[in-house]
């Protein structure tokens, strides 16, 4: 079957690799991770440079999101160097005894790099504008007045200001998406993790989340994405990676991996999403 590719980011405004002169936002070197006998990741490397938006794509199972995890040190990887503008994790232990050895750089790294859940994860006991909030205030101890401010323009730029004052279950599922976008931009990360952020959504709401990825995508903010949205993927990329059970089998710019896949692989899994 032929596949036919999407169409891919044009311009993306970002510098090619040999002209940054600073370390990747996130280089994560030769991770592995399992979970008792079962190997998740063997031996994953991949970075994002400031402003750059990476890709992960494969079939359920390969560990995508397993690599966000462990790269905002939700989970513990087994072996390998994980760094943050070019501050390696610091551990302590091997194997899997290895944890991170420092709490408060733990904590620092977390709110630099800020996940967006497949499953929206909004607090139901607080309004959409008390959800965005939380976290700047409670965590970062920013005054409530300034963060008010913030989360009530970052909820108009995802759409959905009038909504500051209801109840997550007011929402749709594309409006709670889209508050939880807007709650993890409100930590002003360094970096966003996005783990299939529209997967949970029919089609019709998939939409609604879709721009608001491509609009932080044309401001050329770091992101990371786990999407089984091949076009969405290929919209918003500079470098789509494909996984296989745990390892990279191939990479490169969306128009590479999408116009001219290389492996009999990553062609399969292309014709096998495209007649899905």
């Known amino acids: 079957m032929t596949h036919t590719a999407p169409q891919t980011r044009a311009d993306t405004g970002t510098f090619p690799e040999a002209m940054q002169t600073e370390p990747p936002v996130i280089e994560i070197t ?31 199972g390969s560990g995508k999101s397993t690599i966000l995890r462990c790269a905002n040190l939700l989970e513990d990887s087994q072996s390998g160097e994980i760094l943050f503008e070019g501050e390696p994790v610091a551990w302590r232990g091997q194997g899997i005894a290895r944890q991170p050895a420092d709490r408060a750089q733990v904590r620092r790294l977390r709110t630099n790099l800020s996940m967006v859940f497949q499953q929206f994860n909004l607090w139901s006991h607080m309004t959409i504008l008390q959800n965005v909030m939380e976290a700047p205030v409670t965590v970062l101890g920013q005054p409530a007045a300034e963060v008010e401010a913030r989360a009530r323009a970052l909820l108009d730029k995802v759409g959905i200001g009038a909504k500051a004052e209801a109840w997550p279950a007011e929402l749709s599922g594309g409006q709670q998406q889209r508050a939880a976008i807007a709650r993890a931009l409100c930590m002003e990360p360094r970096a966003l993790l996005l783990d299939e952020p529209t997967s949970a959504l029919d089609p019709e709401l998939q939409q609604e989340v879709v721009k608001v990825i491509k609009d932080l995508a044309a401001e050329h903010r770091t992101m990371i994405l786990v999407t089984h949205d091949m076009r969405l993927a290929a919209d918003v990329s500079d470098h789509v990676v494909f996984l296989h059970q745990g390892r990279i089998e191939e990479q490169g710019p969306p128009e590479q991996v999408f116009g001219d896949p290389r492996t009999e692989r990553l062609r399969g899994f292309l014709s096998a999403t495209v007649a899905a």
Request: hydrophobic content about 40%; proline content about 0%; charged content about 20%.
């Open 30 to 60: 030769d991770l592995h991770k399992s979970f008792g006998s079962l190997e998740v990741l063997r031996g994953v490397s991949i970075r994002a440079l400031r402003g750059q938006v990476v890709s992960l794509i494969g079939s359920s």
